[in-house]
């Protein structure tokens, strides 16, 4: 059984930096009429208290949402003002996973497909989402649910995909899925989540993501780039298929940003890099 829990790290640099992300990819969707559905594949909770047992035992938002909740450049107000919708008195006490994030985001004419494993997190997102007839949770395999659904009938679809690679096959099923998935609709925007553990699996995933013929590819990293392997994420990062044409010039004034406001200790470095192009 998979023991990766998401409550642990909710709001940790990972998240801002994967969340400024969605909300930048999820309002391009908005900003046209026509539906658009949002697919996340690994959904966890759906929200976290930071007060709960394992937020404070690793503290980690501290290092992430925590540092920049009270800021206000105005290149951060989309992604901030999302997170402060779910803390009603200012404090920040909450962290909206994902399937928050987007339910924020979508309009009446948008849907959104949640798929969570694991029955610890599928309960209570089931419960985030009673009532709620935009979205359809689903305690079923993400990488399975996402091709089920694809080609999507309004063509326009954001696609998060967000495992723990908490075992080392999620690397290449990632990529595999990512292949497969394009080849039924080669339009959606893909938004995929990696942890810098060991530098080697993700020049791998670029390798084969490239290499497959898939254009128009774009990545983002942030954090400690330069470390040498260890136990642990030392850095996080963003690949997106398909993204806004305004996106890679939001992220070149964002990064630096995020560099100078989140680094503790050893500086934190980023990468803005476009792989595949038109
Ligand atoms: C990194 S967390 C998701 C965080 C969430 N996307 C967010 O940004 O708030 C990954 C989640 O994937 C779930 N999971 C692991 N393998 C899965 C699979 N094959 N299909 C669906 N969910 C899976 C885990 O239980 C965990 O809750």
Request: hydrophobic share 40%.
């Amino acid at each position: 059984m998979l023991s990766y829990r998401h409550s642990f790290h909710a709001g940790n640099y990972a998240d801002v930096l994967k969340h400024i992300v969605l909300v930048e990819v999820l309002r391009y969707l908005g900003e046209k009429e026509k539906p658009f559905e949002y697919i996340d594949t690994h959904a966890g909770a759906g929200i976290y208290s930071l007060a709960s047992d394992q937020s404070k035992k690793t503290r980690e938002y501290e290092q992430g949402i925590g540092l920049l909740y009270t800021d206000t450049r105005q290149l951060l107000k989309p992604y901030l003002n999302v997170i402060r919708q779910f803390n009603a008195g200012g404090r920040l006490q909450f962290y909206p996973g994902s399937p928050k994030i987007a339910e924020s985001l979508l309009r009446a004419q948008d849907r959104g497909w949640l798929f969570e494993l694991h029955p610890s997190d599928s309960v209570p997102l089931q419960q985030a989402f009673a009532g709620n007839r935009r979205f359809r949770v689903a305690q079923e395999d993400g990488f399975k649910g996402l091709l089920s659904l694809l080609p999507p009938a309004t063509r326009r679809a954001c696609i998060l995909i967000d495992p723990p690679y908490e075992v080392k096959q999620d690397y290449d099923q990632v990529v595999a899925t990512v292949i497969n998935a394009h080849q039924r609709f080669a339009t959606g925007i893909y938004c995929i989540w990696y942890p810098v553990v060991e530098r080697e699996r993700i020049k791998r995933m670029e390798k084969k993501l490239v290499a497959s013929g898939i254009r128009r590819i774009q990545r983002f990293e942030l954090g400690h780039l330069s470390t040498e392997e260890g136990r642990g994420m030392h850095a996080t990062g963003m690949i997106v298929i398909n993204p806004p044409w305004t996106l890679f010039a939001k992220m070149e004034a964002l990064l630096p940003l995020l560099v100078e406001t989140l680094e503790t200790g050893q500086p934190y470095q980023f990468l803005c890099e476009q792989w595949a192009g038109e």
